[in-house]
T-cell receptor, first 110, second 114 residues
Framework: KNEVEQSPQNLTAQEGEFITINCSYS?????LHWLQQHPGGGIVSLFMLSSGKKKHGRLIATINIQEKHSSLHITASHPIDSAVYICAVRFQGGSEKLVFGKGTKLTVNP | EAQVTQNPRYLITVTGKKLTVTCSQN?????MSWYRQDPGLGLRQIYY???????DKGDVPEGYKVSRKEKRNFPLILESPSPNQTSLYFC?????????????FGSGTRLTVV
């Protein structure tokens, strides 16, 4: 079965801390997405990865294809980073199908 | 402004009364999808469309229909809604396959079926 696991489910940090959120998947993929869902419910695409590493501002996403694992890092975290972070995977041969992790709820306290 | 517009934002309906949730995008995107989000289950894909008149099932298509008669619109139809379809629904679009440059999501439709 094509599965996507995220950890941790919940994460509380102090402002300034370095944050890591993990995503593992079961079989080969063609792409992995990181999404951010704001407290108000809106969803925003952060990154699409098929290999290597991407950086945007304080956010860094990496993927290890051999280990079937991706990480999302937030450097110098800030309360505005408080959101649910969701990993979504497009499996090989899966056309436009996306399978999602259950999300990681991040709370950054001032 | 480039956006995906869903309507309505909130809807309470009764079991068995047909309803349509509309989704429209103004970015000339070819790829559109519908998702539902439930506590403890996360997001799950209902249907997707790769172009006009081309649609396919996602993970949870039962009880839903879609159509793609025009590129900009991708309505979600519940012919006979049931309480287990109470959920938060999102529509999304992308220009390229696989969301290479990301997805644009609508603001969501919170549906309650009583």
């Amino acid at each position: 079965k094509n599965e996507v696991e995220q950890s941790p489910q919940n994460l509380t940090a102090q402002e300034g801390e370095f944050i890591t959120i993990n995503c593992s998947y079961s079989v080969g993929i063609s792409a992995l997405h990181w999404l951010q869902q704001h407290p108000g419910g809106g969803i925003v695409s952060l990154f699409m990865l098929s290999s290597g590493k991407k950086k945007h501002g304080r956010l860094i996403a990496t993927i290890n294809i051999q280990e079937k694992h991706s990480s999302l890092h937030i450097t110098a975290s800030h309360p505005i980073d408080s959101a649910v972070y969701i990993c979504a995977v497009r499996f090989q041969g899966g056309s436009e199908k996306l399978v999602f992790g259950k999300g990681t709820k991040l709370t950054v306290n001032p | 402004e480039a956006q995906v517009t869903q309507n309505p934002r909130y809807l309470i309906t009764v079991t068995g009364k047909k309803l349509t949730v509309t989704c429209s995008q103004n970015m000339n995107h070819e790829y559109m999808s519908w998702y539902r989000q439930d506590p403890g289950l996360g997001l799950r894909q209902i249907y997707y469309s790769m172009n006009v008149e081309v649609t396919d099932k996602g993970d949870v298509p039962e009880g839903y229909k879609v159509s793609r008669k025009e590129k900009r619109n991708f309505p979600l139809i519940l012919e006979s809604p049931s309480p287990n379809q109470t959920s938060l629904y999102f529509c999304a679009s992308s220009l390229y396959p696989g969301g290479v440059y990301g997805y644009t999501f609508g603001s969501g439709t919170r549906l309650t079926v009583v």
